[in-house]
């Protein structure tokens, strides 16, 4: 069996880079071939269904059935030129990554020929048979009847061999069964709140975008150590495996050179990228060994997040190609790093101003300090909701678990946004000076003119603003960052509105606008001080600061997902339009069954590792201990036999300890395991899971680990951490 692992090692090891031979031409040659863009849309539709088109891209007007099925003619045409023979409403479901029914073009003609078709209605509503997708009890099987919408703000792609339409999924009583929907519903109302709000400093601001950059990270793998992990397989990470006597000690990896076999791995990454229009800009490696990051350059949120899902389905699928599995787990590997999503979000005008970034007049900053404090106060308020959108039972071994940084949310400034803040918190009317005609000083001599220095940086921070956006750290590396944004959206929105009555009131019993803002904003400033935190957040001192400012602490996972539930995020969500209750319940109630399923197959894969192959493994380690013992008393004397036999008794002794605390463990497991699966309540059961079950995980682990640092490594069965993580 252990043969296995050092076949594996030897041939991973053996594994030559594969050359990638890119397309003819430069980059710009053929980004974006694979995507009906406004390029395409131009050539293929007539002027007037063209302009239509973009009517509805560009200011969501709703598009007629005629013009449906112009526009569904001239994708057609492209798509089958592209040699796509099939098409797919192409959706994001609750369960994390995308879905997907292929229809061929083809149909029979009647002739004993086929003639390929689509329709406008085909390319605007289709009823995926989808029961079995989650939904929280929206629709039970018997009415399990949801709809895929066209969603034409992001253009439709080809992928391998077909055209792939991003829809909206929703139950045919209207609720959302996916992440788009609603995050479609949250950009809109954020863009409603800060339009008004951008009037205060100018009238000619039409619409604002959110903005998303991801940042993804990864972890590669070679296939054939990952085939002979079944952990890996089945959960994503390593349930087992003793630290490697170097890992990211040296910090040698971060920034090194890349790999040739992962350099052409990202090359080919990034061409199919490019020819589905997702413009990705850096690529480097990551802190821990075997781990790396990309980026493109941030988009329109909604077009970003699906651009993160393709590059999602395209790092599983290229990696294959050059004999790596891409792991998108937060934490594959106990003792190194885990892997995040930087989500850097801002917000910007059509008149192409970015709301997050200093200006150069007064006005202008003023304007910026406006959006920064909204936000400030947004994330305040919403910080134990902001924490629930990122919170799974995968990102917990990132945030909040043992080794993980805490989770707490809180936000880094850096040193001159924070001065300024604070000064305005503690200043008088009458020594904050904002007349227009004025330079806007902010008071603080020396700075005329807002300079936000980007480099003042704090990694440990995990909303922090770094110069012109903020970053929201915490979202987990697996995630749809629809999840967190919607919420951030929405969260924003609602403080917008709010920010804008009460400048109103002011306005309106006499105040000047400018001192009406000013006036809120110091409040709003003193009010959201406490999520303002620029110190080490991955400090313990900070947990108990955290927790005397009022920020939500909780670690429990499935607890956390209750502040969906809260009357402020109801009200938050009922207000802004994005969810009802009715959603929020339902999409709880997926939350808590996902949370208890992973942990239930970590529980069952790790019992049967620890079954059948950890503990044969020692006991057979240990038996040859004893041979050796009892051959040790055949040869010399007892005193001698006893001396000489002594250390590998204390082996034989400790294996057997272990051995006995494991399988006590795996048995308590399974008995936890079917109480808690009694439990009818979804929160209650997941309560369970993570109260009874996580913590028997770790005992048992613990035991393993020790364990392999014991065993023959000749007869160890599973690939050791410096294999998985050093062969590339
Ligand atoms: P770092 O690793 O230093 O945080 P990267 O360059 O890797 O930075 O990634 C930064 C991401 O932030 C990129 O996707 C970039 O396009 C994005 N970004 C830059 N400015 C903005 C902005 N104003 N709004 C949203 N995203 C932004
Ligand atoms: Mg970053």
Known sequence: ?????????????????????????????????????????????????????????????PLDHATAEKIAAGMKTW????????????????TEGTAEKHDAFAEPDGKGGVIERFSGKLLIQQEPDASSFPSGGIRNTFEARGYTAWDPSSPAFIMDDTLCVPTVFIAYTGESLDYKAPLLKSIEAVNKAAVDVCHYFGKDVKKVYSYLGWEQE????????????????LTGRTLMGHESS??????????????????????????????????????????????????????????ANDHNLLIMALLRKIARRHGFRVLLHEKPFKGINGSGK????????????????PGKTPKENLRFITFVVNVLKAVHRHNALLKASISSATNAHRLGANEAPPAIISSFLGSQLSAVLDHLAKSENEDFNLAEKQAFQLDITGIPQLFIDNTDRNRTSSFAFTGNRFEFRAV?????CGGALLVLNAAVAEQLKEFKIEVDKKISSGKKPLDAIVDVLRKDAKESAAIRFDGNGYSEAWKAEALKRGLDCETSVPVIFDAYLTPSSVKLFESTGVMTHKELEARNEVKWEVY?????????????????HIIPIATRYQTSLIDNVYKLRAL???DEAKRLSAKNLEIIKDIAERTIFIKEKADELVEARKIANKIEDEREKAVAYHDEIVPKLEAIRYHIDKLELVVDDQMWTLPKYRELLFIR
């Open 218 to 233: 990864y972890f590669l793998v070679d296939e054939d150590l990952f085939a002979a992990r079944p952990d890996l397989a």
């Open 596 to 612: 208890t399923k992973k942990i239930q197959i970590e529980a069952r894969v790790l019992g049967d590792l620890a079954m059948n």
């Open 342 to 357: 930087h989500n850097n979000w801002s917000l910007g005008t059509d008149t192409g101003i970015p709301l997050m970034a």
């Open 246 to 303: 170097k890992n990211q000690q040296l910090d040698d990896h971060y920034f090194g050179s890349i790999p040739s076999r992962v350099q052409q791995f990202m090359k080919e990454l990034e061409i199919e990228a490019w020819k589905l229009g997702i413009p990705v800009k850096t690529r480097h490696n990551e802190v821990a060994p075997n781990q790396f990051e990309l980026a493109p350059v941030f988009e329109e949120c909604n077009l």
């Open 1 to 61: 069996m252990a043969k296995l692992r050092f076949n594996v090692v030897e041939s991973a090891f053996k594994k030559k880079a594969k050359d990638v031979t890119p397309p003819a031409g430069t980059t710009s040659d053929y980004f974006g071939s694979l995507v009906f863009n406004k390029e395409k849309m131009f050539k293929y539709l007539s002027t007037d269904v063209y302009a239509k088109l973009t009517e509805a891209i560009d200011n969501s007007v």
């Open 79 to 94: 798509a089958l030129e592209k040699g796509a023979t099939h098409y797919t409403h192409w959706f994001h479901p609750l």
């Open 636 to 638: 010399f004397s007892e």
């Open 476 to 480: 987990g590396s697996s995630a749809n």
